[in-house]
């Protein structure tokens, strides 16, 4: 690589910092590679192009290339005169360099082998982010085209110094550059990918630096310890003793991977860097520091932790920031797991106690949030003595985070505790700081722990649930926070396995119900989606008894978002318990609501009708459901119509041939000669999906089309449009209506409940109305 007597400039980054603008880079060639023009001549790529680019054989670019840099082509910096002598002087280092021969004759010759490469070799100094992007995440393409040598000499350096892209740039090259071992020759030559990722590890975007540190991590397992301790080690002193805190910070998470394979003498100074940046001037490099203060512990020698680590552990667990302290707690687990007891007991715990009690509310929560982990790396004896009283200082916390991390804890909490004596621990110690949480004044809190409550019952066993969990469990369940009794609901399979179902029916059951019928449309939609999973817990007897009623009368709320989502309830229902159930008990009763006297009732039954068929099977469906739709197409009201047209549609391809010949063609031929625009648009669709299925030339519409083009067809009937309404194949009524659902759309989500899929402003079967009825918008229903 020959870098031209140019000087380097530095760049005022975007947030402050500089940044090392690469100078002017030639590469000079031994090979012509141009792109063909319209007339079958060749001209270069573009502006920023290697004029007199040769890939060889061997495939790659030559000893040096022109154009280094995304402003050298434009003229950025050096100027367009600068950038016409550079061209010139490609030009003429590739005709020093002779003719080529051979298949590698990509220029002169018109090797269009090699012209993708040449592609993303040229995107790589592109104006457009995009495009640079894009050549970044197929570097390895280019690595591979040019071959190893050319990649460590050529490739790689001009990557180093053109690390001033945009941040989106930097970050694909510091993650591609992660799996470049293989390219550069393997892990003799591994050593040559550290110059660019220590560039990037440098950087102001914190993303791209830690991506830059993934990637030295993973490069330097693949190095010698003779190579680590020459290249590696140097690199990691760098980083630490450099002027920004960004390099400082990207050498925290360097030290662990590289101190294992050092030799002693290294060790000593790599554990002396380390005692640098945990007590840096900058906070940033503090917290760096302290969250690789339990990573880099785990590699060192038991002597240095004690004598090292513990120290520094201490240190940044009273540091004036509270975002270092909260980071010393989670250091504490790793440290805790490699000392004994005793050296617990004595060189920890003073710490950990100081920490569960820290003025800054974010200690105490991290504290609150890693307690399972602290309490397996100190032991049951430590835990016993310490970490209960400051679990229930936790619990009663001035701060509701903190309360409901805590909160959050208290199943796993138990469960680790040492199986003798474990019940009396938890029912005087913790059990009493339980209720008071219950009726904490907090919602995030009541939910926390109404999500890990239930699983005390196994713990606790049959008699202390019934005497002392299930009041708890009854009084979250009438909470006024619906995720609190959400909560309690999808765990009741955990109380069912201990106290029964006989017993959970006659505590928890009625509770349930009430929320089932709350004057809180929201609250009743809850519970309906909880519903299958509380059928596959009760099972199937017990579900008809207590709460098939219940189901069924959800079809028939007057908000539509229930009867929508009862709807679905049965579909699920079905899967869970079969189809044979289902015949004896669910359809029925869904066929009934056919001679509804209200409309809406009669529309539920299509819904149903519609999500029922395909896990009933086709007998069922041909049998008992096709009837009622079929009969359904005389009803007065359009609507009802309209949608059994669209449910002959969606049970078309499960019914067989001869029903479909003989049932359904006439009904949708008569629905497609109604006097309603929206009841004859739906039942083209449904002629036009059912021929399709059918393959017979005897429909209306042939099977292998779309429904023929409007007035083509006597059985297509168009809507009048009105002046200057584009024409073509749309829903009736769409166009008029776009402009009102789209006010309408800024609406309260409230609106859900008054009216759902056709059931909007009914007024009888006047057409004027009837024009605006949509099956989508939910409006009031009239």
Not at 282 to 295: H, I, Q, W, Y
Request: glycine share 8%; net charge negative.
């Amino acid at each position: 690589m020959n870098p031209c007597p140019c000087f380097f400039r530095l760049g005022k980054g975007h947030g402050g910092s500089f940044r090392l603008l690469s100078p002017p880079v030639f590469w000079s060639s031994d090979l012509q590679l141009r792109k063909r023009g319209p007339g079958g001549g060749l001209y270069p790529l573009s502006r920023h192009s290697v004029p007199g680019l040769r890939l060889p054989p061997t495939s790659g670019l030559s000893p040096a290339s022109q154009g280094a840099g995304r402003g050298l082509g434009a003229g950025r910096g050096l100027g367009a005169q600068r950038a016409a002598e550079t061209r010139r002087r490609g030009k003429n280092m590739a005709g020093a360099a002779g003719p080529a021969t051979g298949s590698g004759a990509a220029g002169g010759d018109g090797d269009d082998s090699l012209y993708p490469i040449a592609v993303l070799i040229d995107e790589l100094r592109n104006e457009d982010v995009q495009l640079r992007l894009n050549s970044i995440k197929k570097l390895s393409t280019i690595a591979l085209a040019l071959g190893v040598e050319r990649t460590r000499t050529e490739l790689l350096p001009f990557l180093t110094d053109t690390i001033y892209d945009e941040d989106e740039v930097l970050l694909a090259l510091a993650e591609q550059l992660g799996n470049f071992t293989g390219l550069v020759g393997g892990p003799d030559f591994a050593h040559c990918l550290l110059p660019p990722l220590e560039s990037l590890a440098t950087v102001e975007e914190t993303v791209v630096r830690d991506k830059a540190v993934e990637s030295l991590r993973q490069i330097s397992q693949e190095h010698t310890p003779v190579a680590l301790e020459a290249h590696f080690v140097p690199l990691v002193k760098r980083l630490a003793s450099g002027d920004w805190f960004t390099s400082r910070t990207s050498a925290c998470g360097l030290f662990s991977v590289c101190y294992p394979r050092a030799s002693i003498a290294v060790k000593g100074e790599i554990r002396q860097y380390f005692r640098s940046l945990c007590s840096d001037d900058t906070p940033m490099v503090r917290r760096a520091a302290a969250s690789k203060l339990g990573e880099f512990a785990k590699v060192l020698e038991l002597d240095s932790v004690k004598s090292e680590i513990v120290p520094l552990f201490t240190n940044l667990a009273s540091d004036e920031q509270d975002s270092v302290r909260l980071l010393a707690v989670e250091a504490c687990v790793s440290i805790a797991q490699l000392l004994s007891q005793d050296d617990i007991e004595a060189l920890v715990m003073p710490t950990l106690r100081q920490a569960a009690e820290d003025k800054s509310w974010r200690v105490r929560y991290m504290v609150a949030d890693k307690f399972s982990e602290l309490q397996k790396a100190v032991g049951p004896k430590i835990t016993l003595n310490d970490l209960i009283p400051a679990f229930q200082n936790l619990l009663k916390d001035c701060e509701a985070e903190v309360r409901a991390a805590a909160a959050h804890k208290v199943k796993e909490l138990c469960e680790n505790l040492p199986m003798e004596g474990r019940e009396t621990i938890i029912m005087n110690q913790i059990l009493p700081y339980i209720k008071e949480l219950v009726s904490d004044t907090n919602q995030h809190v009541k939910s926390a722990l109404a999500s890990v409550i239930m699983g005390l019952s196994t713990i606790l066993g049959k008699e202390n649930t019934i005497e002392h969990l299930l009041p708890l469990f009854l009084a979250q369940l009438k909470d006024e926070c619906p995720e609190v009794r959400l909560n309690i609901i999808s765990n009741l399979d955990c109380v069912n396995e201990v106290i029964g179902i006989r017993q959970l029916s006659q505590s928890l059951l009625p509770a349930i119900v009430e929320l089932a019928e709350d004057a809180k449309w929201r609250v009743r939609l809850a519970i309906i989606e909880y519903m299958p999973l509380l059928a596959g817990q009760l099972g199937v007897e017990f579900f008809d008894e207590k709460l098939n009623s219940l189901c069924m009368a959800w079809l028939v709320d007057h908000v539509y978002a229930i009867r929508e989502a009862a709807t679905n309830n049965l579909m699920k229902l079905v899967h869970k318990f079969g189809t044979e159930w289902a015949q004896n008990t669910i359809v029925p009763k869904v066929l009934v609501m056919a001679n509804d006297p209200n409309y809406l009732h009669r529309m539920t039954t299509l819904f149903c009708i519609n999500a029922l068929s395909e896990a009933c099977g086709q007998e069922i469906t041909t049998k008992q459901m096709l009837p009622i739709v079929l009969k359904m197409a005389g009803d007065q009201v359009a609507n009802v119509r309209f949608n059994v047209a669209k449910s002959l549609q969606k049970i078309g391809p499960i019914l067989d041939t001869d029903a479909l010949q003989e049932e359904v063609k006439p009904v949708l031929q008569k629905l497609g000669q109604d006097e309603d625009m929206d009841v004859k648009y739906f039942a083209q669709e449904a002629i036009s999906a059912v021929a399709q299925r059918l393959r017979k030339l005897d429909f209306p519409v042939k099977d292998s089309e779309e429904p023929s083009a409007l007035g083509a067809d006597k059985n297509h009937f168009p809507r009048p449009r009105g002046p200057g309404e584009v024409t073509g194949k749309v829903r009736p009524g769409a166009a008029a209506r776009g402009n009102e659902a789209r006010a309408l759309s800024s609406l309260p989500e409230r609106m859900a409940e008054f009216g759902g899929p056709g059931e909007i402003f009914y007024s009888g079967p006047g057409p004027e109305l009837q024009s605006l009825v949509s099956e989508r918008s939910p409006l009031p229903a009239v």
